[in-house]
């Protein structure tokens, strides 16, 4: 029954427009409201907009970030209404989720760490997602469930190799260069990265990242 209903999620995600999907479950530590599994969800991010990113952000990318963002949530929630049709407790987390004030690069669960659960990809040393089909050019969003729903993938271990053209190139110095840590410690830093996009960039919008370690990272093999 599990097993259907997975298969019956995926080409339900499909056709709502994600790129990737996967399923997991998760450690007690990121365990929320007694849901114990998780729907990983991405979309791809248009290579022609990425290549409007030179050495800083460009309006298009900003735009383009936002209605990845919308179009993510949009997929999560309708995701978690069929699961709760199907007699399942569902919580859709948004692609871009804090805790608020007191704890604002954090969210309800870090979207990377379920996508990597689901075997769909690895964490860069730019500390992004990195999928094994679209590289870091994919945004992710979560839903957290009771329906018992397995990875059908392998954990693949971080791919960098030598590389350090992320940490090289941005802007920020937010990038540590440095394989994800064990410990579940960043591998970057979010204050840095936030703030050089709203003090310098707020022209351009605020709530949104530079996009200069997507643009430059070889894994991405932008047309
Ligand atoms: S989005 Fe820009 S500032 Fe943030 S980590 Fe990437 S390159 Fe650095
Ligand atoms: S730019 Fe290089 S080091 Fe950074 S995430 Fe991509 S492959 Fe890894």
């Known amino acids: 029954m599990t097993r259907e209903i997975g298969t019956h999620l995926k080409t339900f995600t499909q056709n709502l427009g994600a790129d990737i999907i996967g ?20 979309v791809k991010l248009s290579d022609a907009i990425l290549q409007t990113i030179e050495s800083a952000p460009s309006f298009a990318y900003f735009q383009h ?11 999560a929630f309708r995701v978690a209404r069929e699961i709760e049709k199907a007699g399942y407790a569902a919580f859709p987390v948004a692609a871009s989720q804090s805790l608020g004030k007191n704890d604002p690069y954090r969210g309800v669960i870090p979207h990377k760490t379920a996508a990597v659960l689901a075997g769909l990809g690895f964490v860069g040393k730019s500390g992004l997602f990195l999928s094994t089909e679209h590289g870091s050019k994919v945004r992710l969003a979560t839903v957290l469930t009771n329906l018992p729903l397995q990875s059908e993938l392998p954990v693949i271990e971080n791919g960098c190799g030598d590389c350090t053209l992320c940490k090289n190139a941005c802007p920020a110095g937010a990038i540590f260069g440095e394989k994800p840590l064990t410990n579940g410690e960043r591998n970057f830093d979010p204050e840095k990265c936030s703030k050089y996009m709203k003090e310098k960039f707020q022209h351009i ?18 047309r």
């Open 205 to 222: 919008g605020r709530g949104s990242v530079c996009g200069v370690c997507i643009k430059v990272c070889p894994k991405n093999k932008l």
């Open 23 to 42: 399923f997991c479950e998760l450690p007690d530590e990121l365990v929320n409201a007694n849901l114990h599994y998780a729907v990983s969800l991405g």
């Open 65 to 75: 970030y936002r209605a990845a963002n919308a179009l993510l949530d949009q997929i």
